[in-house]
Structure formats: C-alpha cells, structure tokens
C-alpha cells in the first residue's frame, strides 16, 4: 500500500453531518481531504480516462504564483501533450499506481515516489499502461527567465534523494531538497518535508515565499497566521507571502508534506 495520500473520492452519506475543517482566509486556506469527492473534480483538455482535482489557482484572494492539481489517470488514460502553455514548468509526484512519462524522447517508468521537474518547453507526455489507477500532485508555474541560467528537466525518486536535517535537530526535521537551493536557474522548489513525532517548527516563520503544502503522511497540529490547525494526509494548505507559520508533529508516525515555494528571484516593481 502506498504510503502517500491520494484521494478516492466519492461520496459521504446523506447522514453525515456538514461540519468540516475547510476554511478560505485572506491569509491562508485550508482544503481538507474529505472534500475531494467525485462532484469537484475537473476535466483536462487533452487528456482521455483522467479527472483532476485543482486545489490551486491564480485568483484573487488565492494562489498568485502557482497552480497544482490532484490528477487521477484510469487506465489506458493519459495525455500526449498535457502542457499546453510553453513558458509554463512543471512538477509531477506520483502518490499512487504506475505512470509513463516521455520526456524528451526518453521513456521513464513512474512508480510511487517518481519525481520528475518539467523545464519549460519540454516534449513530454504520460500515459497509464498499468491496469490500476495512477494519481500525482502536479505543479505548474511560469518560468522567469534569468539570463546566464538555464533550468532543465530531470526525472529522480522520493527514495533516492537523502534527506538534509535542520540544523541542531539530530534529523527530526528534515527536507528533502530535489534541486539545490543555490541553483538560480530554478524559480520554485518542490521538496518534501519531513518531522518525527514530537518534532517542530519552533518560531513563526514569515517570509516573502507563497506556499502550497499537501499533507502525504502523517497529521500534525499547523500554525496559520493567528490559527492553530488540525491537519492530516490528505489535506492542503496554501499560504499567501508573509503569513505566519509553525507546526507541531504529534505522531504516532512521521509528518510529511509535498511543498511548494517561488524562489531565486528579485521582487518586480514594474
């Protein structure tokens, strides 16, 4: 069984009650995993046997930087050109299944923690030829171009890529860095963080940096602005630049989440 959140979708009974942790804020929002049902997800142009859940979007009072998606491929399904936009980069995380990527006329074969960063302009496209589902997180962001670099695809693993502990925390917090963070050729990182029970983030952090943050494993309590919040696998969160953020890793296991900040760039004021 795979150890990251995906949704299944469907839906509650008639006799659930309507009460759920789904907040909208100025600061941040909270969209819980039990509000991925079937009745909110979306199709996507060009793609066949696929729904997608959009948990962020560009729009007023939301995400400014970023999109991502939820994306579910039965099988059979997929996309020969699934970015239609050619100055937009992508992440893929697979959460669930198999999946096909051909990136650049090179075939990788995806499986539960395939991780793969999508230059802008790349050839790629996927496909399900597994008989179960496939589900990722997808990531998408303009690229700012910066002269002298030039960022370029790659395809890595969740389990290959050694975490990097915070200093002074014997590895109780720790990320997983999937690009170097002195690499100005990237404008976002999409890295996975990871606490140990009882582990912390022991100070607010604010900082120009947007945020999106999807729980994989785990549940802890989160600080959001003024707000202490429950949060579990599954569940998402953005956060708008500056606002206030802390967590606490309750256990029984590890807290982990896939997240997502713009970076390496200077602030436009024209």
Known sequence: MSNYFYPEG????????????????????????????????????GWTNTRAWIIARPIAGFATTFSQLIVEVAPGG???????????????????????????GEIHHLEEGGYAYLAAGADWS????????????????????????????????DQ????????????????TRFVDPDDLAHDMHVNIVTFQPGASIPFAETHVMEHGLFVLEGKAVYRLN????????????????FCPQACYAGGPGNFRYLLYKDVNRQIRLT
Do not use: C, H
């Open 226 to 241: 003024d707000d202490w919040v429950e949060v579990e696998a599954g569940d998402f969160m953005w956060l708008r630049a």
């Open 126 to 157: 996927v496909k399900n030829d597994s008989d179960g589902i496939a589900s990722f997180q997808w990531v998408r962001k303009a690229y700012e171009p910066l002269e002298g670099y030039t960022a370029k695809s790659f395809v890595t693993r």
């Open 78 to 104: 997929g996309s020969r050109k699934p970015e239609a936009e050619a100055g937009v980069e992508g992440v893929i995380f697979l959460t669930k299944g198999k999946l096909d990527l051909s990136l650049d």
């Open 10 to 45: 469907g839906l509650p009974p008639q006799t659930q009650l309507l009460t759920d942790r789904a907040v909208v804020k100025e600061a941040y929002t909270v969209i819980p995993k039990g509000v991925l049902r079937d009745i909110v997800t979306s199709n996507l142009p």
């Open 160 to 175: 290959d890529v050694e975490p990097r502990p915070m200093p002074g925390t014997n590895g109780a917090w720790a990320t």
